[in-house]
């Protein structure tokens, strides 16, 4: 069976298997959405975000892009960001990356990569901020690691100073902002920030606040 058939026989089993475990579970989802979460992540196909969490339709709104980054600039994050904190009322925001990415391995990288080059620029603003904290990591998989703990960190900043997320605070809405880091070879998600809720703890913990 070709590939993208197997996918449309997967669905059909999952749709029973969900059917069969909860009778009226499409039926609530179909009647609205009240996510817990805004997801901020990766693109790589390696990072199940839903999966990996038990997250089931419903609880997760979701915005993927190459390195898990959040542009100040770029239209498309920000009206995720502000359609889930002003119209869902998202609790929790969390940036997801992940160890052995090839956005980072890109941007550590001398080769060039065309467009993406563009997309990368921040990452490698990173490289160039910690460039001796990285630089005293020898093991080239810690060092990949850390850039991505690194990377993790600035996006909270820049997401902390959007204005969608500084007006929620002002108004006292408390969106907690996480940062993960996904592990492929284990599975397992380490947190390298969480519960930050307003201007104070941001100031306190991310970078360039």
Not at 67 to 79: A, E, K, R, T, Y
Not at 103 to 120: C, E, F, I
Request: glycine residues 6%; proline residues 5%.
């Amino acid at each position: 069976m070709e590939s993208f058939k197997t996918l449309i026989e997967n669905n059909r089993a999952w749709a029973s298997e969900m059917l069969a475990q909860d009778p009226e579970f499409f039926k609530r989802t179909e009647s609205g959405q009240a996510p817990h979460f805004l997801m901020i992540g990766c693109s790589d196909s390696r990072v199940p975000l839903e999966r990996m969490t038990g997250a089931l339709p419903g609880d997760m709104f979701v915005h993927r892009n190459i390195g898990n980054q959040v542009w100040s600039m770029d239209v498309n994050i920000l009206s995720v960001l502000h359609y889930a904190i002003n119209v869902l009322d998202v609790p929790h925001v969390i940036v997801c990356g992940h160890d052995n990415c090839g956005a980072l391995k890109a941007a550590m990288g001398p080769a060039s990569n065309g467009v993406v080059d563009h997309w990368l620029s921040d990452i490698r603003n990173t490289l160039r901020w910690h460039k001796d904290e990285l630089e005293a990591v020898a093991d080239p998989k810690a060092k990949l690691a850390k850039l991505a703990e690194l990377n993790v960190m600035q996006q909270l900043g820049i997401l902390s100073r959007t204005p969608v997320i500084r007006d929620a605070w002002e108004r006292g809405k408390r969106p907690m902002l996480h940062g993960w880091v996904y592990d492929i070879s284990s599975g397992l998600i380490r947190v390298v920030a969480e519960q930050i809720d307003s201007e104070q703890k941001a100031a306190a913990v991310l970078p360039n606040n």
